[in-house]
């Protein structure tokens, strides 16, 4: 089955740096992939569509200059925290979905970022 | 407006026992809905989908769904429930595909 890979699982940085995401559809090309934040105990939050070769999409209240996105090739999608406060510490997800015919999305296994 | 709800935030069930867990949604046009099963720190795997057709969807590890268009519901069961199927549940609704609506999850138990 369809497979997405992300890393790091766990990343712990100091306050004021920047932390990359990758996510990484293994067999399937995805022209879209999501972002996720997940707060402990609660339901997923939708940050940002990757459109590949496009400036990402994202929701509001997230702040776009914060969340960097970079979707390079129909495979690869990056997710950079950048100036990273211990109020960005969370787990985050992304997801992708085969871009042939109806499917759904599949998930990576998640980045939990905890900033000192 | 989208949405998904899960009424029930806890389940706890004996092993063995029966299991429905419940979803609400509300779309205006036909859905495509979706269960997920989340392991602590761990990403979502997909359980089952239903787009169209049987309204009843077979899915992994003995889970299926039924489809109810009169209720607006997609209601998870498993006959017999198994100590390793304690986890989080999550419904979600795709529409159009490209943006989906996650409900609140349900954390089951699994008594031994």
């Known amino acids: 089955g369809a497979v997405v890979s992300q890393h790091p699982s766990r990343v712990i940085c100091k306050s004021g740096t920047s932390v990359k995401i990758e996510c990484r559809s293994l067999d399937f090309q995805a022209t879209t992939m999501f972002w996720y934040r997940q707060f402990p105990k609660q339901s997923l939050m939708l940050m940002a569509t990757?459109?590949?070769?496009?400036?990402?999409?994202?929701e509001q209240g997230v702040e776009k200059d914060k969340f960097l996105i970079n979707h390079a090739s129909l495979t690869l999608s990056t997710l950079t925290v950048t100036s990273a406060h211990p109020e960005d510490s969370s787990f985050y997800i992304c997801s992708a979905r085969d871009m042939k015919g109806n499917s759904p999305l599949h998930f990576g296994n998640g980045t939990r970022l905890t900033v000192t | 407006a989208q949405s998904v709800t899960q009424p029930d935030i806890h389940i706890t069930v004996s092993e063995g026992a029966s299991l429905e867990l419940r979803c609400n949604y509300s779309y205006g046009a036909t859905p495509y809905l979706f269960w997920y099963v989340q392991s602590p720190g761990q990403g979502l795997q997909l359980l089952l989908k239903y787009f169209s057709g049987d309204t009843l969807v077979q899915g992994i590890k003995g889970f299926e769904a039924e489809f109810k268009r009169s209720q607006s519901s997609f209601n998870l069961r498993k006959p017999s429930v198994h100590w390793s199927d304690a986890a989080e549940y999550f419904c979600a609704l795709g529409s159009n595909f490209n943006k989906f609506y996650f409900g609140s999850g349900t954390k089951l138990n699994v008594k031994p």
């Open positions: 990757s459109n590949e070769g496009s400036k990402a999409t994202y």
